[in-house]
């Protein structure tokens, strides 16, 4: 399968004039209908009896895909779609004094998950912060992003290859205002990438360490960022996961980003990581750039594998027509969309790489991203995306045959409560 360009035009005006028509005709409706859900959570959001906050978000998705993304074992690359609830969070949070806490539960795909289960003590005066529980690594920007501020449906090929999202563990954090540095520091029971948490040898925790520094200067007109982080992982003799991304396109047949395609899995001691991000924002534009790379300890000393390092990096640009402008938390380092947006639209274009190859086996993927996103209100956006992805390396035909790219259209219908 190969995309041609004017596929690819016509792809990308189909999704923004079904944004459009969407928004004009259902939006109203869609309102009304969450107006009574809404009065029930407000009642609840800051109740002075235990002085909780409830609230929540709802992500509806409609994906589809061919080429590649429906390559390998009894496929061709024929056109697949799917329609499914992305994401159905809840939480609860608390705040005591010095203490504050929060729970985070995901209800989709027909189960009941804990995201995020965290324990804060902030009472040391210097803005330094501790916490323990299941909590978010400190790991890429794109990945730190909370998925109902991302400017694409998915994150980068980049963070998915390299973030584990939220482990059990602990962390202190600290942002300085004089310097704009902010530093954060944790250790968690590594459960990502193939390990369970356990060495295989003696049974003894396999942990990660992991750490990120960045630093932030206030423009006139926005925020420069600059940063990097570091994680070194045990992963107790465990096989690491080949499928280490799926190409910026969910509920697909084949996850393109395959260290073992063509060849074997591999069995590790750890792996060391580490990326640089950059960000700049001027009024309603903003640019982000990440570089990860990882190196692989194998078990065995022998294995071809050994030393072997994978790279990925991501280019990410934003920009909204009426001059809307992302808010930017200083005290952990991440963006987050305006304060009080309302009628706005959003264009957006990604690039991404990420190369899992080694000599005989692995795959390379370069995504491109262009979208669309139509804010209503700050509680809900429409969202639409072509993505494009072209694969190579030499495990590439044994994991999607002469597919040799793909196409995708993928839209979003988001409501914050």
Do not use: C
Not at 157 to 174: C, K, R
Not at 236 to 256: I, Q, Y
Not at 308 to 316: H, K, Q, S
């Amino acid at each position: 399968m190969k995309a041609s360009n004017t596929q690819l035009a016509l792809a990308i005006a189909a999704a923004l004039a079904s944004t459009s028509a969407l928004a004009a005709t259902d939006t109203e409706k869609l309102q009304q209908q969450l107006d009574e859900l809404q009065k029930e959570v407000d009642s609840m959001k800051g109740n002075k009896a235990f002085n909780l906050e409830f609230g929540g978000r709802l992500q509806v998705d409609y994906n589809h895909f061919d080429g590649a993304y429906n390559a390998g074992p009894n496929r061709s690359g024929e056109d697949a779609s799917d329609f499914f609830v992305r994401r159905a969070r809840l939480y609860v949070e608390s705040e005591h004094g010095d203490w504050d806490n929060k729970l985070l539960l995901d209800f989709a795909d027909n189960s009941g998950e804990i995201v995020m289960a965290r324990l804060r003590y902030s009472g040391f005066g210097n803005g330094l912060k501790v916490q323990v529980g299941k909590l978010r690594e400190d790991i890429s920007l794109n990945a730190l992003t909370s998925s109902k501020h991302i400017a694409t449906i998915e994150r980068s090929s980049l963070a998915d290859n390299v973030s584990p999202y939220f482990q059990w563990g602990t962390s202190v954090y600290q942002y300085f205002k004089g310097t704009g540095l902010r530093y954060a520091l944790g250790v968690y029971k590594n459960e990502a990438f193939g390990a369970n948490g356990n060495n295989n040898d003696d049974g003894s925790l396999a942990l990660s360490l992991t750490g990120r520094l960045t630093w932030q200067k206030d423009l006139d007109n926005g925020v420069l960022h600059l940063g990097s982080w570091y994680s070194k992982r045990d992963m107790g003799g465990r096989v690491l996961t080949g499928a280490l991304a799926r190409g910026e396109v969910r509920s697909t047949n084949t996850r393109l980003l395959n260290y073992a395609a063509g060849g074997e899995l591999v069995r590790l001691n750890s792996f060391e990581q580490m990326g640089l991000e950059a960000a700049y924002q001027n009024k309603g534009f903003s640019v982000e750039a990440e570089y990860a790379t990882r190196e692989l300890d194998t078990l065995e000393a022998s294995s071809v594998l050994n030393g072997e390092r994978f790279d990925a990096y991501a280019v990410t640009a934003s920009y909204f027509l009426d001059g809307s402008q992302k808010s930017y938390s200083k005290g952990s380092a991440v963006f987050s969309q305006p304060k009080g947006i309302k009628n706005a639209w959003e264009l957006v274009a990604r690039v991404s790489g990420a190369d899992a190859t080694s000599d005989f086996q692995g795959t390379e993927v370069t995504t491109y991203t262009a979208g669309a996103n139509y804010y209503y209100s700050s509680q809900i956006k429409f969202m639409a995306n072509v993505i494009y992805s072209e694969v190579e390396g030499p495990g590439a035909v044994d994991l999607i045959g002469d597919e040799d790219d793909g196409l995708g259209l993928a839209a979003r219908i988001q409501y914050l409560f």
